[in-house]
């Protein structure tokens, strides 16, 4: 029985709570990931009323409440938090999965799935603040990655200093083996520029 992902205390409780509103015998809460292993994954927490859940599932039975999890979405779910903050407002739950868009990978794997993976775990949230996002477009023969920026990163001035410093900075200290960093974008095109 792995244990890969973390519900703290305050979150069991939360979930506690609201299970407990839908006044049904032996309700828990299902986790799963859509498109897991994409950069379009979303993990998802749902009621799941007894006989809802599937065969495969993995049951935790936790201090405060019962969880299944998706089978498929496990590996997924390695490294993951579901945590409840408190605030005024009643309260926030969020659940981080640092792993859901990315397969695992490790030293052997191939080099595109390493750097999709420092891409997608490492790069892609911070950039997403700013709309953009990066993606492998290619690995050429002599291991240098060309990127493709896209969303709010295209047409931006502060682009290329976010591609030598941030980017390429992480990618070489994560993936040694990779010899550079190129840029397929075409900053010229501000059509989707985020600055105008």
Do not use: W
Not at 11 to 37: C, H
Not at 52 to 78: H, Q, W, Y
């Amino acid at each position: 029985m792995s244990q890969s992902i973390q519900i703290t205390d305050s979150a069991q409780g939360y979930l506690a709570e609201l299970l407990e509103k839908q006044n049904v015998e032996g309700i828990a809460v299902r986790i799963f990931i859509t498109q897991p292993g994409t950069p379009y994954a979303e993990t998802c927490l749902a009621y799941s009323r007894p006989g809802e859940e599937e065969p495969t599932d993995e049951k935790l039975d936790l201090d405060k409440i019962t969880v299944f999890l998706d089978k498929n979405s496990v590996p997924f779910l390695d490294e993951a938090v579901v945590d409840f903050n408190a605030d005024r407002m009643g309260g926030q739950l969020t659940i981080k999965a640092p792993n859901a868009k990315m397969p695992k990978v490790n030293a052997d794997s191939p080099l595109e799935d390493r750097v999709n993976y420092v891409l997608y775990s490492e790069i892609n949230p911070g950039l997403a603040a700013h709309g953009g996002e990066v993606k492998l477009t290619q690995l050429t023969e002599d291991s240098v990655a060309v990127l493709a920026f896209g969303g709010g990163c295209q047409g931006c001035a502060a682009v290329d200093l976010t591609l030598k410093d941030g980017v390429e900075k992480t990618l070489l200290e994560r993936i040694p083996e990779l010899s550079g960093i190129r840029d397929v974008t075409d900053h010229s095109d501000t059509s989707q520029a985020y600055y105008r």
